[in-house]
């Protein structure tokens, strides 16, 4: 039974799972949903959890971006060896999704004044408190997250790049040590020729506030 990764039509959440599937050389087929016919309630209600990336396999169906991620990357040097290092790449995907948290309340907020309020936090301090640590825990370890290259870098990529997309800048510029990382990974054998094919993705209109 063929491999199946479900996402919408930009980067996103599925991307880091996109990444390593190319880079390990898997072949899965990468079925994207339009972000801007959605809801569909039929698709959406027949999704285990409602939401996407969803991945299958063998007839069986995974959900959450980073159990994925790390199924995808297994019996890969992605994984490391060692127990101890296994958790410091897990503690750092956990902790980038702990930023991400406070991205997607922002960019789905409706209301100007409530997402002003969510904007001022996001700018002025969240995006300085993890990307300031997370430059730091790349420099001190070799431009990876504990020395070695793992599924955590493909991660950090990912919510990197979505970052750009969804709030109009450039992480890799203000955080060099983590724009030397992403930069490692989207030139990765198997990455780069994906990103080559697939092209640059566009904000998706209903979430462009023209800001
Ligand atoms: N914790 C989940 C979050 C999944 C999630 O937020 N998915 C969003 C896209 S990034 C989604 O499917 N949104 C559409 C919806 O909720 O209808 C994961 O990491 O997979």
Known sequence: ???????????GLAE???????????????YRH???TWPDMKIKESLPY????????????LTQTLAIAKYVARDTELIPADAWQRAVVESAVYTLFDYWKNVTPYFLEADP?????????????????????FSKQLSENGGY???????????????????NLFLKIELEKQYPAVGATVNN???LPGVKEYIAK???????????DKK
């Open 1 to 11: 039974m063929p491999k199946k990764l479900q996402y919408f039509n930009i980067g």
């Open 185 to 187: 990974i989207r030139n």
């Open 113 to 133: 004044v409530k997402k002003e309020e969510l904007r001022k936090k996001l700018f002025d301090e969240t995006i300085e408190y993890y990307f300031s640590r």
């Open 198 to 208: 697939r092209g640059v993705y566009k904000l998706p209109a209903k979430f462009d």
């Open 16 to 30: 880091p799972i996109r990444y390593i599937l190319h880079y390990t050389k898997q072949d899965f087929e990468d």
């Open 34 to 36: 339009d972000i801007d």
């Open 50 to 61: 409602g939401q996407f990336p969803i991945y299958e396999e063998d007839g069986r169906v």
């Open 145 to 163: 997250f504990n020395g070695k290259l793992s599924w955590g870098e493909f991660v950090l990529t990912g919510i990197v790049e979505a970052s």
